[in-house]
């Protein structure tokens, strides 16, 4: 089945480590999203990517990190420099950044401790 | 840069009519989104505008008014299950970007 796939769904690190998303699509979509979302808020854009081997940072990009080498993947590494790093992280994506609905995968919780 | 803004919650009952506004100020607009998210999960594809005008779909429908940056889901019938976060989304500029979320809450 074509679909988003997050991995982990839960996640745990200690602070002051580096931690990497993944999420993997096989719906051929050429753009790629990361959002982050804290309880009770709504989604914050922190980066995208038009196409392989692009991407563009969003509203909340400091201490994230991510690549695009393969159409397929865009993972987001939460880097020891982001201040408060836990928080609901989800991934989607469209066939491009213009006027096509983006499907979501199910999500990472990350909490660092 | 992007504004987009919604009420923060909203009530009402199993059977009614609730209208989720939303306003938006945007640098560049090619259409506008409604999702739905229940709690823990991932966000849904509801509706989408990109001219004027009312779209219907089923129980829900989505107005669109460019001109004034502004456009409401519309939910009939309400059905507790439509107790959710409903996410006004505005793409522009080659990215897609959200609105804080309105939390409905559905009663017997």
């Known amino acids: 089945d074509g679909g988003i796939t997050q991995s982990p769904k839960y996640l745990f690190r200690k602070e002051g480590q580096n931690v990497t998303l993944s999420c993997e699509q096989n719906?051929?979509?050429?753009?790629m999203y990361w959002y982050r979302q804290d309880p009770g808020q709504g989604l914050r854009l922190i980066y995208y990517?038009?196409?392989?081997?692009?991407?563009q940072k969003g509203d909340i990009a400091e201490g994230y990190s991510v690549s695009r080498e393969k159409k397929e993947s865009f993972p987001l590494t939460v880097t020891s420099a982001q201040k408060n790093p836990t928080a609901f992280y989800l991934c989607?994506?469209?066939?491009?950044?213009?006027?096509?609905?983006?499907?979501f995968g199910q999500g990472t919780r990350l909490t660092v401790v | 840069g992007q504004n987009i803004d919604q009420p923060t919650e909203m009530t009402a009952t199993e059977g009614a009519i609730v209208q989720i506004n939303c306003t938006y100020q945007?640098?560049?607009?090619?259409?506008l989104f409604w999702y739905q998210q229940h709690a823990g999960e991932a966000p849904t594809f509801l509706s989408y505008n990109v001219l004027d005008g009312l779209e219907e779909k089923g129980r829900f429908s989505s107005f669109l008014s460019r001109s004034k940056g502004y456009s409401y889901l519309l939910l009939k019938e309400l059905q507790m299950k439509d107790s959710a976060s409903y996410l006004c989304a505005v793409t522009g500029f080659q990215k897609l970007v959200f609105g804080t979320g309105t939390r409905l809450l559905v009663s017997p």
């Open positions: 990517s038009q196409i392989v081997n692009d991407f």
């Open positions: 719906l051929n979509h050429d753009a």
């Open positions: 989607a994506s469209s066939i491009d950044t213009v006027n096509t609905e983006a499907f």
């Open positions: 945007t640098s560049g607009f090619n259409g």
